[in-house]
């Protein structure tokens, strides 16, 4: 009968403990907050201008990456616009008209309102085999295709990806560094004022 009592007795603190356990490791598997990682570089006049067609400029490297998956960032930031309520133009249509355009005549030549560009400014694998991290730097500028070169918005996320345990799941490195790219895209595009309809 004591030994009963003494279990019960036990159970409140063995339970607290349990309790605290979860609370810890809760915390320590918290997603990110949106956009935490992004710094607004320009606010500009996106959300005073009826920008819905954009045209998704090809990817500037401006690092010292030779292998980066630009194609796979283009098309993360391309479906990134669409989820913030844009319409990008289709990138194989925007590169077979580029192509047979003369040079200096690229904006708005497909009737888009903006043009996104990116820009990759650091993109370092030094420990992506030993330990699965993938350092970036990337700059998203929203150009106006009305006045060239104005600056509609423009934000830089700098983050450091630790894809270790992704690494052992993941079907092929390529697949995973898609996803990667999708949320680069996702994330700096988080900050950016979305598309409001207008009548």
């Not at 043009?115 to 370092?124: A, F, G, R």
């Amino acid at each position: 009968m004591t030994l009963f009592h003494r279990t019960t007795l036990r159970r409140p603190g063995l339970f607290a403990g349990l309790a605290a356990a979860l609370v810890l490791s809760a915390c320590s598997t918290l997603p990110d907050l949106p956009g935490e990682n992004v710094e607004v570089l320009q606010h500009g006049e996106l959300e005073s201008h009826d920008i819905r067609d954009v045209v998704v400029a090809p990817i500037v490297n401006e690092s010292t990456a030779q292998q980066i998956p630009t194609e796979d960032l283009r098309r993360g930031f391309s479906m990134a616009l669409v989820k913030r309520r844009y319409s990008p133009l289709a990138l194989d249509y925007v590169d077979d008209r580029v192509r047979e355009a003369s040079a200096g005549a690229m904006a708005g030549m497909l009737g888009e309102d903006a043009t996104l560009q990116v820009v990759i400014k650091e993109w370092d694998t030094s420990q992506w085999d030993s330990l699965g991290v993938l350092v970036v730097e990337v700059e998203a500028w929203m150009l106006d295709a009305g006045v060239a070169g104005r600056e509609l918005w423009g934000g830089r996320l700098e983050r450091r990806f630790s894809l270790r345990n992704e690494m052992e799941f993941a079907a092929t490195e390529s697949i995973l560094l898609r996803q990667v790219c999708e949320r680069i895209a996702d994330e700096m595009l988080e900050v950016m004022p979305a598309h409001a309809a207008r009548p």
